[in-house]
């Protein structure tokens, strides 16, 4: 859970909803847009996550800040668009499609077909690289949708096998064939988006 | 071939694919001491695997803070709502009240 360095830090009701958008609008959307596809989704969540806070203001108890309160709102939102992309298709299909993708990185004797270059950067210098984050989203952003809303329940949510097993009616082997895929295509995104242009920088 | 399952047979000299998968699925689970032991055998020969195991965690423990980085984003660099969209939602609020 992330800790809330807004400047609403005081407990009790809720504020005003008016001011809702000034406070809250700007880290409501970059969590989104993190996880979602684009601007457009990613506005939509925000207005959606504030109605629903509008409806419910009467529940909050004020044991969280009204930030954090307003983020697991939003998470539920989230975890509603991502069921929603993994109906879509049977999970037989996914499975299928998944493997396929594994087996593309491979040739017939299970080597790589390309052999990864050597980075090893310092991961609080990509904390603090805008650059890391636009380029890791954009390559977020080009994975199937389906693979995106599993690895970011698992990686930037920190969900575990179980409970995302559950929210997405999958089995974790489904899970586990989708997350590895998943960094597979990522890191190759990466390395071809970021590390082979930086290489002196990282 | 490609078994996700706890693998309690299978050759203990692996592919990298084999072992690029176990690499994940550690990531994921405990694996067996047999997965164990086919994993650090290739990880010791391959300098490719071994590699890309430490980029993944990388990858990893990068993503896990981002909630961090957008608690410490200064308003300046962020990446931030509109304010075409900050005037539409401000409105779809006060007729909702």
């Not at chain 1, 406070?23 to 409501?28: C, E, F, R, S, V």
């Not at chain 1, 999958?170 to 242009?197: D, M």
């Not at chain 2, 391959?46 to 590699?51: D, G, K, V, Y």
């Not at chain 2, 939602?89 to 006060?94: P, R």
Request: charged share 30%; aromatic share 8%; hydrophobic share 35%.
């Amino acid at each position: 859970m992330s800790v809330d360095r807004g400047n609403d830090i005081k407990q009790g009701p809720v504020s005003d909803p008016s001011g809702w958008v000034d406070k809250h609008g700007d880290y409501l959307y970059r969590y989104a847009l993190m996880r979602v596809r684009n601007r457009e989704a990613a506005e939509n969540l925000v207005q959606e996550t504030f109605l629903a806070a509008l409806t419910a203001r009467q529940s909050f108890t004020g044991r969280s800040t009204e930030r954090t309160w307003m983020v697991g709102i939003l998470k539920h939102k989230m975890i509603d668009t991502y069921r929603k992309s993994f109906r879509e298709k049977s999970i037989s299909e996914i499975q299928t499609d998944e493997e396929q993708t594994v087996d593309s990185f491979y040739d017939a004797a299970g080597n790589p077909g390309k052999y990864p270059k050597d980075w090893l950067p310092d991961p609080e210098k990509l904390l603090h690289s805008k650059e890391f984050w636009e380029i890791l989203k954009d390559c977020m952003s080009r994975l199937p949708q389906r693979t995106a809303a599993a690895f970011s329940m698992r990686e930037l949510d920190d969900l575990d096998t179980a409970q995302i097993c559950k929210e997405l009616s999958i089995s974790p082997t489904n899970l586990w064939v989708i997350l590895h895929r998943a960094r597979l295509q990522l890191r190759e995104c990466l390395e071809r988006n970021w590390f082979e242009k930086k290489e002196d920088n990282v | 071939m490609s078994n996700w399952e706890e693998e309690t047979k299978g050759p203990l000299i692996t592919s990298c694919k084999q072992a690029a998968r176990l690499v994940s699925i550690a990531m994921e689970r405990r694996l067996t001491i047999r997965e164990n032991c086919t994993m650090h055998i290739h990880l010791w020969m391959c300098r490719t695997c071994a590699l890309y195991r430490r980029q993944i965690g990388i990858l990893r423990k990068a993503l896990t803070r981002h909630a961090e980085v957008l608690d410490n984003t200064p308003p300046s660099r962020c990446e931030c709502l509109d304010a075409n969209a900050k005037q539409r939602i401000k409105e779809v609020l006060t007729k909702s009240r």
